[in-house]
């Protein structure tokens, strides 16, 4: 199996690479070498990560062929903005109006959707998110997988279930082997093209395995690393980067640093913030966000969320809702509402419109089944499948009932396969900005 179509080079400048999928041209960083103009490769995040022979490409690409224009067409039909305007509330119009026009919206005006909760006008804004996400990226959507190498937590977050708090849970730490074996797994059998390891808060990582690991996955396997540890530093990310880690997925979890500090005792926002900006700076793809739904946050917290996100320069914008985990502090409180996130996706769509890739995360799979659906309808374009081998994957309970916690991946790949397909979407890469 494998839900991503090669892409044939169309012409290499400087380190880009143009790759044409079906007539539509995407950048690609060039990391590989000896690569010339008429290869087939394949991408992930804006990276080229492997070439790939030319018969194989044909065959693939002959069967996507049948396939990839029916999909457009079911795309922008679901995209089109069609919306029935009576008793609309006329402000939520014209602000509608504003951005699919492509006229930058006034954070007032954000702020204003984001209090929306009237059904018809919820709509439209939903639609208008899915309406810019088609016409900046057309029908493009990146499948990734997650390995969760290590759920051993030196911190103490007053909401999740592998923190301190959590003294009754088994803790993990997968062996370099381990990892290899699991990312082999993932690439080779279920064709994934990009994985995320993610790992606890872990004093103890050896940053030479991983760095080991992450140069094999990336060399002897091909694919696009994104590591996920927490704050490891400068030195580490450095070295992970040299091995061949190129995205760092890591969240700021909340703009407002009181709300930060009292969730996160003895820790700073600021130092937070300082991390991220060292990853972009070492050259990383971002993926960064907050939690929604948190003690204490307005919305124009979640406001001020979005556009930290966007100021920290996300390539992928990672919101999911607020899950307290039952043996945490904060287990009585309770998560928001599916509409509340799937406005803040909408949201993340009209601050980003062009540049935006937006996660459907697996803790919004989790608050609600049509998760992943309604996500990719308000203006999202990627998803996360869980990769983790079986034996540790209830360990890493961050969050109690995990969304796939007990689906093996095949069946995984298979529900988002069908469900993409309805939705007239293809696994071509977003690209980079040039
Ligand atoms: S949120 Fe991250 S750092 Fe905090 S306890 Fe959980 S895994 Fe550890």
Request: proline share 4%.
């Amino acid at each position: 199996m494998c839900y991503a179509i090669p892409g044939k080079v169309k012409r290499i400048e400087d380190k880009f690479l143009i790759v044409d999928y079906f007539g539509e041209e995407r950048k690609a960083h060039n990391e590989l070498s000896q690569i010339k103009v008429g290869d087939y490769i394949y991408a992930q995040g804006g990276f080229a990560i492997r070439r790939i022979p030319h018969n194989e490409a044909q065959e693939i690409l002959s069967t996507w062929r049948e396939i990839f224009f029916d999909l457009q067409k079911v795309d922008l039909a679901l995209s089109r903005l069609n919306q029935e305007r009576k008793d609309i509330d006329s402000r939520v119009l014209s602000i509608l109006d504003k951005v699919n026009y492509e006229i930058k919206p006034q954070k007032e005006e954000l702020l204003y959707l984001l209090s929306i909760t009237q059904e018809k006008e919820l709509d439209f804004i939903l639609k208008s998110a899915n309406f810019l996400r088609q016409k900046y990226h057309k029908n493009a959507c990146c499948v990734h997988g997650i390995i969760e190498i290590s759920n051993t937590c030196s911190r103490n977050c007053a909401y999740c279930g592998i923190s301190t708090h959590n003294t009754g849970l088994r803790r993990y730490r997968m062996s370099k082997d381990e990892i290899f074996c699991a990312a082999q797994e993932a690439i080779e059998k279920h064709g994934f093209k990009a994985l995320v390891l993610q790992g606890a808060q872990d004093l103890n990582y050896n940053f030479k395995d991983l760095a080991n690991v992450i140069q094999c996955i990336k060399n002897e396997l091909g694919a696009l690393v994104i590591i996920s540890f927490g704050e490891i530093g400068p030195h580490a990310l450095e070295r992970l980067y040299k091995a061949g880690a190129r995205g760092l997925l890591l969240r700021f979890e909340t703009s407002n640093p009181q709300i930060y500090e009292k969730l996160h005792p003895g820790y700073t926002l600021k130092d937070r913030i300082q991390e991220i900006k060292q990853a972009y700076e070492l050259g990383y793809l971002l993926a960064t966000g907050g939690l929604i739904g948190l003690p204490g946050q307005s919305y124009q917290d979640i406001l001020n969320d979005l556009y930290l996100a966007k100021e920290l320069n996300a390539e992928m914008f990672s919101f999911g809702p607020f899950l307290p985990h039952p043996a945490t502090p904060l287990e009585n409180l309770k998560p928001v509402i599916e509409e509340e996130m799937l406005k803040v996706l909408a949201l993340a769509r009209f601050v980003d419109p062009q540049n935006a890739k937006i996660l459907v995360t697996t803790a919004f799979e989790t608050l609600s089944p049509n998760a992943c659906r309604e996500g990719l309808l308000s203006g999202a374009n990627s998803v996360m499948l869980n990769a983790t081998p079986f034996k540790y994957r209830e360990l890493y309970s961050i969050y109690p009932d995990r969304a796939h916690q007990s689906e093996e991946v095949g069946e995984q790949i298979d529900k988002t396969i069908t469900l993409l397909k309805q939705l007239g979407r293809a696994p071509t890469d977003l690209g980079v900005r040039a």
